[in-house]
């Protein structure tokens, strides 16, 4: 078994990190590319909209896009790698010495471990981040508005339209579900106008939502050149309700790695279901090890004692095609976690399991 720590661990550590360097810098480079073809197509005849701001909005969803296809991008780069050292001989000469294929693979499964560490860790919290300022940035465009803002994902908020183009923002820092009664704690509404400023301010230690009204206590209201009227109580109608509150949670891309857990909690707390939020954590905590179950399936497609048998065009195909079907079918089995047809768990760590054990099935026999 070859060390990690060794010269030759060391050499496919290198070259793993390297080639997955190369293949993300191309594939950030080509999503930009369509990216900032569709915003400005989008954006057609809007002379209000600069470049920059355009640079911004296409900078901003780049994470977004990224984290979709990084098991892509881990299988192409681990292919490269593998591709190399068999057309170079390098494979055969380190078989030849007596090393197996794990001795081979470790080295490599290691390094792709450690990045998707450093994925779920560092670039996730920094992807969470930008997600909330591409949302910023497309409700400005939409708006027409280049000062329009969105609230920090803080508790709930709820944006929704009012008469006269007036669109009020209602935030409570706390929830409860009783009796089929919604109760909500330090309630505060902010009406902005069109040009998001700021009409009336009313704030509350409670309220609860029955028929289509909050029912505010201990309120008091704000409004410009008027001295805050405190009232016992005030009713306050709104299109909301329990599905529409569910539906407007934070979105769980918007939120990091840190931070979900105690996300997780809050909503539980509040009497809602948790199943997207739980599904992205267990998704995230799950991401380094499908990144090593696609290290897998990409040695054996690329991992050939000689290149002499051929058949590059095919390892490609085949490892795309492979990629695909592996990317369509989580995506099918995620879609019924959500839907609570399997238990979240079983969704989440279906796919890097079974994938696992088949890659490791075929090394298996290969060996033999």
């Known amino acids: 078994m070859m060390k990690p720590n060794s010269i030759l661990g060391s050499y496919l550590i290198k070259q793993t990190i390297l080639n997955f360097l190369y293949v993300l810098v191309v594939i950030c480079a080509i999503i930009m590319m369509f990216d900032m073809i569709e915003i400005l197509r989008r954006t057609s005849g809007r002379h209000e909209v600069s470049f920059v701001f355009l640079l911004e909005y296409v900078l901003a969803k780049l994470p977004e896009t ?23 001989n390098e494979f055969v000469i380190i078989r030849a010495s007596g090393v197996s294929i794990w001795g081979v693979l ?10 998707g560490v450093f994925w779920i860790t560092i670039m996730n919290p920094i992807s969470a981040k930008l997600y909330e300022i591409k ?15 969105l609230f920090s994902n803080k508790g709930l908020w ?7 183009g007036t669109v009020a923002i209602i935030n409570a820092k706390g929830l409860n579900l009783k009796n ?10 902010i009406e902005v106008d069109a040009k998001t400023q ?8 409670v309220a609860t939502l029955e028929d289509g009204n909050l ?13 805050a009227e405190i009232l016992n109580s005030m009713s306050y109608p709104t299109e909301m309700n329990v599905q529409r509150i569910k539906d407007n949670f934070v979105d769980p891309e918007a939120i990091s790695f840190w931070n979900l857990p105690d996300s997780i909690n809050f909503y539980e707390a509040s009497g809602f279901s948790v199943v997207r939020h739980q599904m992205r954590y267990l998704s995230l905590l799950a991401l380094p090890f499908l990144l090593m179950a696609m290290v897998l399936v990409a040695g054996i497609f690329a991992l050939k004692p000689s ?21 369509f079918t989580s995506q099918v089995i995620s879609a019924f976690g959500i839907n609570s047809y399997i238990p979240v768990w079983f969704a989440v760590w279906a796919p890097a399991i079974v994938i696992a054990s088949i890659s490791i099935s075929i090394y298996l026999h290969k060996e033999e």
């Open 135 to 149: 949302e910023t940035l497309s409700y400005r465009l939409t708006t027409n508005n280049p000062s329009a803002f």
């Open 198 to 205: 700021v009409k009336q301010h009313i704030e509350a230690f």
């Open 307 to 327: 290149q002499r048998q051929g058949g590059v065009l095919w390892m490609i195909i085949f490892g795309i095609a492979t990629g695909f079907t592996v990317y």
């Open 180 to 189: 089929k009664i919604l109760w909500l704690q330090d309630v505060s509404i």
């Open 215 to 227: 029912n505010l206590k201990d309120v008091r209201v704000y409004k410009s050149g008027h001295k």
């Open 66 to 88: 990224v984290d979709k296809v990084i098991p892509f991008i881990v299988m192409v780069s681990t292919m490269i790698t593998f591709w190399k050292i068999s057309k170079t």
């Open 158 to 164: 709820i944006r929704e339209g009012k008469s006269n």
């Open 106 to 115: 470790v080295p490599v499964l290691l390094a792709i471990f450690a990045i």
